[in-house]
């Protein structure tokens, strides 16, 4: 499949509403994508489409990087489960010196490099697995992902070791299951517009944390 030509095919440039100063490749309801349902795009060999969406807990995080730059500002960065690369483009935007996207759907790649197009920004990508690794990332960002149980498995002795190494480790999350009940440190809260037909409502309430 050419990965290029079906983001183009299937979404729009557009804003997200939190984060106005961004535009992304994004799927809305004209756009078949929005309407096929996941075994749909198994069948045709397309992992769940998250690069196409602009997630609450990734807009969360984008405008409290934007709204605190100092937050990345020179810093090397690592954006975990990127998908449309919203929260690298944030940080790059502020200032960081290096920025790297990983998410294991090689499609994130593809929409990424769009993405940082359409930004003027320049951001490394992986579609290897990170967790575990350590390269000496001075702040690692991870959007809306503790919304599976094996996954907070492996992230939080992850999260931890980088954050008592000295990174700083920042977390947007608008309520999902399996975010940690403890260990974290709120930092700020916005209320992010989303789709309801992706979300349970009009408005997520989001907040960013911080690993203490």
Not at 68 to 73: G, K, L, Q, S
């Amino acid at each position: 499949m050419d990965r290029e030509a079906f983001i183009r095919a299937n979404t729009t440039a557009m804003a997200p509403p939190h984060v106005p100063e961004i535009r992304l490749m994004l799927a809305h309801e004209a756009h078949e994508l929005w309407q096929r349902t996941e075994e749909e795009l198994e069948a045709i060999g397309l992992p769940p489409p998250f690069w196409a969406f602009a997630w609450a807990g990734g807009q969360g995080l984008a405008r409290h990087i934007l709204d605190h730059p100092e937050t990345v500002r020179g810093k090397t960065v690592l954006d975990f489960a990127c998908g449309s690369g919203i929260v690298a483009i944030a940080a790059a935007l502020a200032g960081a010196k290096q920025v790297l996207a990983a998410d294991v759907d090689p499609f994130c790649g593809t929409a990424l490099r769009l993405n940082a197009a359409l930004n003027r920004v320049e951001i490394g990508f992986t579609d290897t697995d990170v967790i575990g690794t350590d390269t000496g990332w001075e702040a690692v960002l991870a959007g809306d992902v503790f919304y599976d149980r094996p996954l907070a498995e492996r992230l939080l002795p992850w999260f931890g070791a980088l954050s008592r190494r000295g990174s700083a480790v920042l977390v947007g999350d608008p309520g999902r299951a399996y975010l940690p009940k403890q260990g974290l440190e709120a930092v700020a809260t916005y209320s992010v517009p989303v789709t309801r037909a992706l979300e349970d409502a009009e408005v997520k309430r989001t907040t960013v944390w911080r690993l203490a």
